[in-house]
């Protein structure tokens, strides 16, 4: 077995196309959204609009208030930070 290429496609290449087309599609959406978040949670972390709502971390703001999971926080922040220190 290829770990980069499932039996089944394997099996059916001619359907990988197809069947890809409506994976890609709402991924590239979703990368659109988090591009879009990640842009206003750098304006939010620069002001430090977070403090002036209770919350004592960017991290914790996206954890209590956009109700994201811990390491899905702590993803959003490293994100953020990285573009910040690109711009």
Same mark, same amino acid.
């Given at each position: &077995?290829?770990?980069?290429?499932? !039996?089944?496609? !394997?099996?059916? *290449?001619? %359907?990988? *196309? %197809?069947? &890809?087309? %409506?994976?890609? #599609?709402?991924?590239? !959406?979703?990368? +659109?959204? #988090? $591009?879009? &978040?990640?842009?206003? +949670?750098?304006?939010?972390?620069? #002001? !430090?609009?977070?403090?002036?709502? /209770?919350? %004592?971390? +960017?991290? /914790?703001?996206?954890?209590?208030? +956009?109700?994201?999971?811990?390491?899905?926080?702590?993803?959003?922040?490293? $994100?953020?930070? $990285?573009?910040?220190?690109?711009?």
């Amino acid at each position: &077995l290829s770990i980069t290429q499932p !039996r089944f496609f !394997r099996s059916h *290449p001619q %359907n990988l *196309p %197809n069947i &890809l087309q %409506n994976y890609i #599609e709402p991924a590239d !959406r979703v990368h +659109l959204v #988090e $591009k879009t &978040l990640v842009s206003v +949670l750098r304006d939010i972390d620069r #002001e !430090r609009v977070y403090t002036q709502m /209770g919350y %004592n971390s +960017l991290r /914790g703001f996206c954890q209590h208030a +956009l109700r994201f999971n811990r390491q899905q926080s702590q993803r959003l922040v490293t $994100k953020v930070r $990285k573009s910040d220190a690109a711009s």
